[in-house]
């Protein structure tokens, strides 16, 4: 697990990335320079036998490959990560001549988002052996497992605790 803390970091800006297997269940944390900003998954319905690739046959892409690539769009639709960025980083730093082109349809609050994305923000990915061994990877560092402690766009918060 120390791998989404201290592995290598990935510029969001530099995708796709060819190190990322295009079939595999697995956990990823965003970060902003050293601030652990997120943390998640994919592949949660996915059995170990369902990970195992036939030589010759072609597969589409299935799982982490599929969330990393949709987070590096920055499309805001179906994607709750880069809803979070767009409201947190994006939004609040909008100029009145902006917001007027975004009402006129000149400029995309998801272009924008994937700029963001782009300019600040790189990942760490681990692989996992199937869906429920990620889930309860990122179950355990959204709960703060980590050094790093709790990602700031979407920690779990303790049950019976009101923030």
């Known amino acids: 697990m120390i791998e989404l803390q201290d592995g290598p970091l990935y510029k969001f800006s530099e995708w796709p990335n060819h190190q990322v297997p295009r079939l595999a269940a697995g956990v990823y944390t965003v970060w902003r320079e050293d601030e652990l900003l997120y943390a998640g998954m994919s592949g949660r319905a996915m059995k170990q036998e369902q990970l195992v690739a036939t030589p010759g046959q072609a597969r589409a892409a299935v799982g982490l490959w599929t969330r990393l690539k949709a987070h590096a769009s920055g499309r805001r639709s179906?994607?709750?990560?880069?809803?979070?960025?767009?409201?947190?980083?994006?939004?609040?730093?909008?100029?009145?001549?902006?917001?007027?082109?975004?009402?006129?349809?000149?400029?995309?609050?998801?272009?924008?988002?994937r700029d963001y994305i782009h300019e600040h923000l790189g990942y760490r990915f681990l692989i996992c052996r199937d869906g429920a061994?990620?889930?309860?990877?990122?179950?355990?560092?959204?709960?703060?497992?980590?050094?790093?402690?709790?990602?700031?766009?979407?920690?779990?918060?303790?049950?019976?605790?009101?923030?």
Do not use: M, W
């Open 78 to 113: 179906g994607d709750q990560f880069s809803v979070y960025v767009c409201d947190r980083f994006v939004v609040p730093v909008l100029t009145p001549h902006q917001q007027a082109e975004i009402g006129h349809g000149h400029l995309s609050l998801d272009q924008l988002t």
């Open 133 to 163: 061994e990620a889930s309860e990877i990122e179950r355990a560092v959204r709960a703060g497992s980590l050094e790093a402690g709790l990602p700031y766009l979407n920690p779990l918060k303790a049950k019976g605790r009101s923030d």
